[in-house]
């Protein structure tokens, strides 16, 4: 079936550093990826929509120089969090539908658990 | 604005009883409606998937309903087992192609 693998599952970094994650359809075209960040025992929220070949599509409060967001490839996205705050520690979670469509299921990473210090 | 919402918070069930799992919606105009397990520090497992136009999906133990017109969906377990505790969500696919999670429902099997 098909699957989107994320790079790294975890990662420590130091305030002030940047961290990049990455997102990989491993057997589809995904022109379009999401990227979510969840909060402990919150929900997941939707940050952006990664668009192939395109900007992303940064949802309310989301600061697009902050949390840069690249599509290059139909399979690769990749959610680069810049001069990272230990507020920002957190789950972020992509997915991307396996399809055009509205029929299309949905497939997630495995997510990447953000720690900042 | 699409809300999605997820009764209870959290539930404890002896193992062996069924269960049901709620999630409502604000805007009835969805393509799709879908529930995920999550396990603690892990990504999300999707468990079944209802188009608008269905009203039910079934996998195994797990039977999830639609009712877009309420704007409700649940999701029933049969014969928990322990294995089941996990924090299950109900997403929705609006027009935009944009996915709402509701919080969850944090459920624990009793053994």
């Known amino acids: 079936g098909a699957v989107v693998s994320q790079h790294p599952s975890r990662v420590i970094c130091k305030s002030g550093t940047s961290v990049k994650i990455e997102c990989r359809s491993l057997d589809f075209q995904a022109t379009t990826m999401f990227w979510y960040r969840q909060f402990p025992k919150q929900s997941l929220m939707l940050m952006a929509t990664?668009?192939?070949?395109?900007?992303?599509?940064?949802e309310q409060g989301v600061e697009k120089d902050k949390f840069l967001i690249n599509h290059a490839s139909l399979t690769l996205s990749t959610l680069t969090v810049t001069s990272a705050h230990p507020e920002d520690s957190s789950f972020y979670i992509c997915?991307?539908?396996?399809?055009?469509?509205?029929?299309?299921?949905?497939?997630f990473g495995n997510g990447t658990r953000l720690t900042v210090t | 604005k699409q809300e999605v919402t997820q009764i209870p918070a959290a539930l404890s069930v002896p193992e062996g009883e069924n269960l049901v799992l709620n999630c409502s919606f604000t805007?009835?105009?969805?393509?799709?409606l879908q529930w995920f397990r999550q396990d603690p520090g892990k990504g999300l497992t999707s468990l079944l998937l209802?188009?608008?136009?269905?009203r039910e999906q079934t996998s195994g133990r797990l039977n999830a309903s639609l009712d877009k017109s309420s704007g409700r969906s649940t999701l029933y377990i049969a014969a928990s087992q322990p294995g089941d505790s996990a924090t299950y969500l109900c997403a929705v696919a609006g027009r935009d192609d944009k996915i709402i999670f509701g919080k969850g429902t944090r459920l624990h099997i009793l053994p």
């Open positions: 997915s991307a539908p396996e399809s055009r469509g509205s029929n299309s299921p949905l497939h």
């Open positions: 990664s668009n192939e070949g395109s900007k992303a599509t940064y």
């Open positions: 805007d009835s105009a969805i393509y799709n």
């Open positions: 209802i188009q608008s136009s269905q």
